[in-house]
């Protein structure tokens, strides 16, 4: 079996789980225990994926069972042949999505690595805006707003790990309101979205704020 089917969030759940058992590995000398930590790594995991094939979950299993660093290293270098890449997008779809926009920063999508992207995010600091992209549905859907530096730490809303933030706030309005009926939803994120995909293990906080904001 060769067809890729881990999402850059579900390898961040594969490798925290595999840090885990490593260090309890180097920590731990009680087999029970260890044992234990073995089998759960391998349920959650597989909790990731809404489902799997008997052949997936026999490339992800063995996660239960190595002993040293560098198989576990081998272990994660072998399923990145099987991570489904964040969908090729060019500079003109990114345009199209943000219509209302006049010069339009666009992120060096060639600089980027899509395997390890759960969703497309840059700033324009000029402007002190935050421009995200994410495939849903199997279309991009485009969000834009302020985003303002808090100069502190705390939990980010998208990857829910303990990061330096932002208040990112995205102007909405209700549907059929008038054009001063201008609200705003925002919440507290990862000011380095590049810290944020790469710790990422669930979409849905990140789902729910972009169908908030995009409500009109």
Same mark, same amino acid.
């Given at each position: 079996?060769?067809?890729?089917?881990?999402?850059?969030?579900?390898?961040?759940?594969?490798?925290?789980?595999?840090?885990?058992?490593?260090?309890?590995?180097?920590?731990?000398?009680?087999?029970?225990?260890?044992?234990?930590?073995?089998?759960?790594?391998? %349920?959650?995991?597989?909790?990731?994926?809404?489902? @799997?094939?008997?052949?997936?979950? !026999?490339? $992800? /299993?063995?996660? +239960?069972?190595?002993?040293?660093?560098?198989?576990?290293?081998?272990?994660?270098?072998?399923?990145?042949?099987?991570?489904?890449?964040?969908?090729?997008?060019?500079?003109?779809?990114?345009?199209?999505?943000?219509?209302k926009t006049k010069k339009l920063k666009l992120p060096d999508l060639d600089s980027i690595d899509l395997r390890h992207v759960t969703y497309l995010g840059w700033t324009d600091i000029a402007t002190g805006r935050?421009?995200?992209?994410?495939?849903?549905?199997?279309?991009?859907?485009?969000?834009?707003?302020?985003? %303002?530096?808090?100069?502190?730490?705390?939990?980010? @809303?998208?990857?829910?790990?303990? !990061?330096? $933030? /932002?208040?990112? +706030?995205?102007?909405?309005k209700a549907a059929f309101a008038s054009q001063d009926n201008i609200a705003r939803y925002g919440h507290y994120v990862c000011l380095d979205n590049g810290s944020c995909n790469h710790s990422i293990t669930n979409?849905?906080?990140?789902?729910?704020?972009?169908?908030?904001?995009?409500?009109?």
């Amino acid at each position: 079996m060769n067809t890729p089917f881990i999402r850059n969030h579900q390898m961040n759940v594969i490798k925290k789980q595999a840090e885990f058992v490593l260090k309890t590995l180097r920590t731990v000398a009680d087999r029970k225990v260890l044992e234990t930590v073995r089998l759960t790594a391998v %349920t959650n995991i597989f909790a990731a994926f809404p489902a @799997l094939t008997e052949e997936q979950k !026999q490339l $992800l /299993a063995p996660v +239960s069972s190595l002993e040293t660093a560098q198989e576990f290293q081998r272990y994660l270098d072998d399923l990145e042949a099987y991570v489904v890449p964040f969908p090729a997008i060019t500079a003109k779809q990114i345009q199209k999505l943000f219509p209302k926009t006049k010069k339009l920063k666009l992120p060096d999508l060639d600089s980027i690595d899509l395997r390890h992207v759960t969703y497309l995010g840059w700033t324009d600091i000029a402007t002190g805006r935050l421009f995200i992209v994410y495939p849903r549905d199997g279309q991009f859907a485009g969000i834009e707003g302020r985003i %303002t530096p808090t100069n502190k730490k705390g939990y980010c @809303l998208f990857c829910n790990r303990h !990061q330096e $933030l /932002a208040f990112f +706030s995205v102007e909405t309005k209700a549907a059929f309101a008038s054009q001063d009926n201008i609200a705003r939803y925002g919440h507290y994120v990862c000011l380095d979205n590049g810290s944020c995909n790469h710790s990422i293990t669930n979409t849905e906080a990140l789902e729910k704020f972009i169908l908030a904001a995009r409500k009109s």
